[in-house]
């Protein structure tokens, strides 16, 4: 099993809908979470961190399951320019070495 | 302009033959570190620094080699590359400690090895 796991999708989803998506990790130690956004091609860049309590950022809710082992990330009123692979990323504070999922697709259709 | 720079972006090469790719940034964050990434595998840590002369092997680092002689540059040597070894690099820096440890990536370099 792997220790970060998503669907990979891709999801296909019409503009303006909401889209969600979870991963699941298998460390119950881990304690930092966040949600990378990375486009074809191109390096992946931070899109949130995941509280305990769970956070928004504009049409962006991340929310953490620490009972069910999994965190999520909910988009809202999705856009065209959403479309692109969202990473997984988990940290067992104890070390600095991040676990990545393989991340799940997202396309956006007009 | 903070940023993460590598070089070269893409390079094809032939086994056996000793590359380094350069990896530089100016944040004058401690921490860097290697990844590669390959199709339905995502992100692995080659190699990390915490900082100068601090090195420490990730999840996968048979094959590769790193050093850290200043706290800017952190490259990644290949002495005999092999074709597993065509992969997706990403180098990335972080300031540790900060909780929230947002990595900076570079914009990769993909490199073919036949």
């Known amino acids: 099993r792997k220790e970060v796991e998503q669907d990979p999708g891709p999801f296909n989803v019409p503009e303006g809908a909401t889209v969600a998506f979870n991963c699941t990790y298998s460390n119950s130690a881990s304690q930092s979470f966040f949600w990378y956004r990375q486009d074809c091609r191109k390096e992946p860049k931070l899109l949130m ?34 479309s692109a692979t969202y990473l997984c990323v988990v940290k067992v504070d104890s070390n600095y070495q991040l676990i990545w999922g393989a991340g799940t697709k997202l396309i956006i259709k007009p | 302009e903070a940023q993460v ?35 339905g595998l995502g992100l692995r840590q080659i190699y990390y620094s915490m900082n100068v002369e601090v090195t420490d092997k990730g999840d996968v680092p048979e094959g590769y080699k790193v050093s850290r002689k200043e706290k800017r540059n952190f490259p990644l040597i ?37």
Request: hydrophobic share 25%; charged share 15%.
């Open chain 1, 49 to 82: 961190s995941v509280y305990s309590s769970g956070n928004e950022d504009g049409r962006f809710t991340a929310q953490l399951n620490r009972a069910s082992q999994y965190i999520s990330l909910l988009i809202r009123d999705s856009k065209l320019s959403d």
């Open chain 2, 5 to 39: 720079t590598q070089n070269p972006r893409y390079l094809i090469t032939v086994t056996g033959k000793k590359l380094t790719v350069t990896c530089s940034q100016n944040m004058n964050h401690e921490y860097m570190s290697w990844y590669r990434q390959d199709p």
């Open chain 2, 78 to 114: 290949l002495e005999s590359p092999s074709p597993n070894q065509t992969s997706l690099y990403f180098c990335a820096s972080s300031l540790p400690g900060t909780g929230r440890n947002e990595q900076y990536f570079g914009p990769g370099t993909r490199l073919t090895v036949t």
